[in-house]
């Protein structure tokens, strides 16, 4: 892992040369509110006015960046000319950064930042995660939303980690409880996606079931919409080593037909990814039996049942897809090649159906 990963109450304030040493002038890019709410840009401020940095604050990232929107930001960058790329947020502006970053230091087509291959290398990133839920901090990825395919899609490369991450969950305290759900779950899914993916290792398996443990201690007070500091550490710790299983393991159709719920339904991401898990569950039951056992085991829960009841409880299933809707979203997943290779068993169109139905089905 080449992002080093800075974690603790007061992080921030406390490792200010960190960040100095990446330059003089600092892009900060954050959402709307996530940035001041979570109190995460006035301690970046305050840290860049004891180093003497130049800072601009680029506060517009919307939930789910298009392509769009980076492009018209990396202008902005451009003009602005920073040395290194602040992102603060949600895993929206976090994965802006990284596009930002790139876009800095190339003027090409948004559409180039697919290639993962750039002619000037990225600026350097610092991520500072707001919510527990993305793990992009530590992940090689961003996803963006891209109308042409009426879906999001993720752009990946190595030198799109950041060079240092800050975990403090003190700025998560501020989230409110549905935005804290959504994203535990969004990370319980990349630990239970990198669990079962086919580039999973043993190693990762060792850093998924972890996380997957520290959610399941946080499960009774997720449900109960009152989170401690130490609950909101534990997800934070859960979402970062998740972030660490799929920067190498990749996620699977869950992402994939996750992104449907968004893109069409407004569905925020951790909550769509979840209202699929148990059928997933379902699906790779039948082919990895002991990988499901696993995952169950380190939740100390009985069956897939049991596991669909807790997200239910969690997640409150209040969305139901037409027939149409469904055939409509699983044609666009099934094009989603890297996420097909990565699952197991050999999923068609039609499987993916049968598991959209029987997740959030109008008929089911
Ligand atoms: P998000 O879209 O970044 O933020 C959701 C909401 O939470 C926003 O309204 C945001 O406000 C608010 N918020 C964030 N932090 C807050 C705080 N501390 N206090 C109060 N409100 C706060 O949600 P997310 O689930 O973290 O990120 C989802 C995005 O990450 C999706 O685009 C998804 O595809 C992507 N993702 C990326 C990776 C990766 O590896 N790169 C992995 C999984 C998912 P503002 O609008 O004001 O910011
Ligand atoms: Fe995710």
């Keep these: 892992m080449p992002t080093k990963v800075i974690a603790g109450e007061g992080c921030v304030l406390k490792n200010g040369e960190e960040i100095a040493g990446l330059g003089k002038r600092a892009m900060i890019v954050t959402g709307k509110s996530s940035g001041h709410k979570s109190g995460a840009l006035q301690d970046i401020l305050q840290v860049l006015d004891e180093h003497n940095m130049q800072y601009d604050v680029y506060d517009c990232i919307e939930n789910n960046p298009t392509l769009e929107s980076m492009v018209e930001a990396g202008e902005h960058a451009r003009r602005w000319k920073p040395d290194v790329i602040i992102g603060i947020g949600g895993g929206s502006p976090l994965d802006a950064a990284k596009a930002i970053a790139v876009l800095a230091n190339n003027d090409m087509p948004g559409m180039d930042l697919y290639s993962g291959n750039y002619p000037n290398k990225p600026l350097p990133i610092v991520a500072i995660p707001t919510t527990a839920g993305t793990g992009s901090e530590v992940t090689p990825y961003s996803v963006l939303t891209l109308q042409d395919i009426e879906s999001k899609k993720g752009f990946t490369s190595e030198d799109i980690f950041p060079k240092v991450a800050f975990l403090d969950a003190v700025y ?72 660490i299983v799929i920067a190498h393991t990749g996620t699977t159709i869950v992402h994939s037909m996750g992104y449907s719920l968004t893109y069409f339904k407004n569905i925020p991401h951790g909550k769509a990814n979840g209202l699929l898990l148990a059928e997933y569950l379902r699906f790779v ?80």
């Excluded at 239970?192 to 997957?212: H, K, N, P, Q």
């Excluded at 499901?292 to 897809?321: C, G, P």
């Design 285 to 364: 039951e039948k082919v990895a039996a002991a990988k499901v056992q696993a995952i169950l085991q380190a939740m100390k829960i009985a069956n897939v049942d049991e596991f669909a009841e807790h997200m239910n409880e969690l997640l409150h299933d209040d969305i139901r897809l037409l027939p149409e809707e469904i055939e409509k979203y699983a044609t666009i997943s099934i094009r989603a090649t890297a996420s097909i290779q990565n699952t197991v068993g050999n999923i068609t169109k039609d499987e993916q159906m049968s598991m959209f139905a029987a997740s959030i089905g109008a008929d089911s």
């Design 172 to 243: 998560t305290q501020m989230l409110p409880i549905d935005v804290t759900v959504h994203t535990a779950v969004d990370a319980l899914s990349h630990a239970i996606e990198g669990f079962m993916a086919m580039r999973g290792s043993v190693y990762t398996d060792y850093i998924a079931l972890e996380s997957i443990k520290l959610f399941t201690e946080c499960m009774p007070q997720l449900k109960a919409g009152d989170l401690s500091l130490m609950e909101r550490e534990k997800l934070l710790r859960a979402s970062t080593l998740a972030g």
